[in-house]
């Protein structure tokens, strides 16, 4: 395993926790969002792959491309059945559910990839999981905003994020710029059909600023570290370094929003946080299995 790969992972998940913050201010409704993102990420992917010179060492595995189409086509998916989800049922449970990825990864992945799940690991997940969930508080969980279709969405994308966790960490031999920038191609396709372009008139230069940066800072750097770091370490890491996000987008919503949390989310905060330190003592070693295949 590279020395790196925590480190990026922690990195892109701490980026990834502003996206709400700047999503917010883009004016932008969530597909013609979605396909900014896509367009500025796969530009800069490209390029990058090209300038680096990584074009020229790409080894090609016609099942390793199938996997990395499948990423891609899960990780839409996966932005899709969110967005859906908020318009169904309150941010407080579409991101809830949301957070159901990492147990969902990280059981899966102990089967496909043999990685054990010691104590600190299964104690720090569940810690990040309850702080989160107290953090959210329990507001919208009532029967009145009970939708079932929002909470069928919710799911559905936490499934599609889990596995795109799953099938990212599957590919061994294609470049992380190739790994990206395809997916940022499938995206381009799938939704281009879906673009309601009206939507990007009129659009302040500030607005504009906040969706490019959500494109090439949000997607294109962040997906260069996380799938480079996911490949290299094992289940219970990443499923417990994902939390990153909701731990930096609320302390942006403390510094930055003036959010003031009650008492139980206080207590959310300090567990969640508390949870993310203790999770630098679970053991950063692959298995054998996957250190055979690196």
């Keep these: 395993m590279h020395k790196s790969a925590l480190p990026q992972l922690v ?28 367009v500025c990420a796969f530009v800069i992917l490209l390029a990058a792959w090209v300038f680096t010179g990584s074009f020229r060492r790409e080894r090609w595995d016609a099942r390793e491309a199938l996997i990395v189409v499948a990423c891609g086509v899960s990780n839409l998916l996966n932005w899709v059945f969110l967005f859906t989800a908020f318009r169904f049922i309150s941010v407080t449970i579409a991101i809830s559910l949301y957070h ?28 990040c999981l309850g702080g989160t969930m107290l953090i959210m508080g329990a507001v919208g969980f009532g029967g009145a905003s009970a939708n079932w279709k929002g909470i069928f969405c919710g799911v559905l ?30 995206g381009l396709t799938l939704l281009l059909p879906f673009v309601h372009f009206d939507a990007y008139e009129g659009l ?36 417990v370094f994902v939390f990153v996000d909701p731990a930096v987008a609320i302390l942006l919503d403390i510094f ?26 679970i053991p950063l070693n692959v298995s054998a299995r996957r250190r055979a295949k690196l």
């Design 100 to 127: 159901l990825a990492p147990i969902l990864a990280l059981v899966a992945g102990g089967l496909i990839f043999r990685d054990k799940l010691g104590r600190t690991a299964i104690l720090s997940l569940a810690g």
């Design 157 to 186: 994308a936490a499934f599609f994020y889990a596995a795109t966790m799953l099938l990212g960490r599957s590919v061994r031999q294609t470049s992380v710029y190739a790994t990206t920038f395809i997916q940022m191609a499938i």
């Design 256 to 281: 930055i929003d003036r959010f003031r949390p009650d008492g139980l989310q206080s207590v959310g905060i300090l567990l969640l946080f508390g949870s993310l330190l203790a999770a630098f003592a």
């Design 204 to 239: 302040a230069r500030g607005e504009w600023i906040y969706a490019v940066t959500t494109g090439i800072v949000h997607t294109g750097v962040v997906y260069l570290l996380f799938f480079g770091s996911i490949r290299r370490l094992p289940s219970p890491v990443v499923a």
């Design 11 to 38: 990195v892109s998940m701490a980026i990834f926790g502003s996206v709400g913050f700047f999503s917010s201010r883009t004016g932008l409704p969530a597909v013609e969002l979605v396909f900014v993102r896509c």
